[in-house]
C-alpha cells in the first residue's frame, strides 16, 4: 500500500521500521519539527526523523497542518492510507479524509480506557492489571474513532513505564502489520461509551512521592514515573529520585527506611527501592547506590 507514515518519538520507530519490512511503499515520513536540545542547544531531529532519514524516505515536519498549502501537500501524496503514532499534531478533517481508506491510529491502551497523551503512565499508576494495543479508525474527537484490531498484554508487578512503552511499542509494530493486511476483512467496532477515562499528559508537579499512601500507590507512582520525568523524594534537602520499586514488608512512620534493602514505610505497608538516581548523577542499583550514598536504617524520606 502507499502509505504516508505520521509519527515523532522512539515509540514510533518500530513502527516505521515494521511497515517499510513488510514491503509497504512510505510515500511519505511526518513527524514534528528539530528543536534544540543537549548543551549546545541545536536543533535536533526528532527519533522518527532520524530513522526515516536513515532509510532514505521522504520527511515533512510542518508547524501545523491547518494550513490549506499543507493540506494541499499531503492530499497530493495520493496515498491508500496514513498511520498515525505518538505524531503530536491535531489533524484536520481535510488531512483525515485525504488518504483512500482514511487514517489509522496506533493507540498503546485498550480502549476506551486511557484515551489521551499518556495512556501507560496512566494505566501503572491506577494499578491496572492489562492494557495493550488498539488500531483505531482515526476520526475528529479525541482517540474516539471505531476500533479495527486489539490486543491486550498483561502489565508486569515490576514493570516501568518505559519497559511497557518498548513492549507495546513492538505489539504496535506487529498489530499494525495484520491490520493492513485484512484491511478490507476488518470491521471497525465502535468504542463503548462505559468505561470512558482520560489520560492526562503528565505534569511534573505530580512527581513527588507521597509516603503517606498504601505501599501499593507508591509503587505504582514510582513505577508509573520512570523514566519520565522520574518519582523524586527528599533526604537532608537533597532530591532523590526513584526509578524502580517493588512491593515489601514492614511498616513505620510513613517515608522511614526500615532496613539496609532500602524498604521504606508507607502509610500502609511497604516498598522495596530498587534504583536510584541523585542530581547530575547517572540511575545506580539500590546496593551500587549505597555504596556511595549511605541511607542507613531510621532515615527519614519526605
Known amino acids: 500500500m502507499r502509505v504516508i507514515f505520521m509519527g515523532t518519538p522512539d515509540f514510533s520507530v518500530p513502527v516505521l521500521e515494521a511497515l517499510v519490512q513488510a514491503g509497504h511503499d512510505i510515500v511519505a515520513v511526518y513527524c514534528q519539527p528539530p528543536r534544540p536540545a543537549g548543551r549546545g ?62 487514517c489509522l491510529n496506533i493507540h498503546a ?50 514493570e516501568t513505564t518505559g519497559q511497557l512503552h518498548d513492549r507495546l511499542s513492538d505489539l504496535g509494530a506487529s498489530l499494525i502489520v495484520d491490520a493492513l493486511q485484512q484491511l478490507d476483512g476488518l470491521t471497525p467496532v465502535p468504542q463503548s461509551q462505559e468505561g470512558v477515562t482520560y489520560a492526562a499528559k503528565i505534569d511534573k508537579a505530580e512527581a513527588r512521592i507521597d509516603w503517606g499512601g498504601t505501599a501499593a500507590e507508591v509503587d505504582q507512582h514510582i513505577r508509573g514515573l520512570s523514566p519520565f520525568p522520574g518519582a523524586w523524594t527528599q533526604t537532608q534537602g537533597e532530591r532523590l529520585k526513584v526509578l524502580a520499586s517493588r512491593l515489601s514488608q514492614g511498616s513505620g512512620a510513613p517515608g522511614q527506611i526500615l532496613d539496609d534493602a532500602l524498604s521504606v514505610a508507607c502509610g500502609r505497608g511497604a516498598v522495596q527501592l530498587l534504583r536510584l538516581q541523585r542530581a547530575g548523577r547517572g540511575a545506580q542499583d539500590a546496593q551500587e547506590f549505597l555504596r556511595g550514598t549511605p541511607l542507613p536504617k531510621g532515615t527519614r524520606l519526605t
Open 41 to 102: 542547544k541545536k536543533d535536533r531531529p526528532t527519533p522518527v526523523h532520524a530513522r526515516a532519514e536513515a532509510l532514505g524516505l521522504t520527511v515533512h515536519h510542518p508547524v501545523s497542518l491547518k494550513g490549506s498549502d499543507a493540506q494541499a501537500e499531503f492530499a497530493a501524496l495520493n496515498a491508500d492510507i496514513a498511520v498515525v503514532v505518538a505524531y503530536g499534531l491535531i489533524l484536520p478533517q481535510a488531512v483525515l479524509d485525504a488518504p483512500t481508506h482514511g
Open 109 to 158: 491502551s485498550l480502549l476506551p480506557r486511557w484515551r489521551g497523551a499518556a495512556p501507560i503512565h496512566r494505566a501503572i499508576m491506577a494499578g491496572d492489571e492489562e492494557t495493550g494495543i488498539c488500531i483505531m479508525q482515526m476520526e475528529a474527537g479525541l482517540d474516539t474513532g471505531p476500533v479495527l484490531l486489539r490486543k491486550a498484554t498483561q502489565i508486569g508487578k515490576e
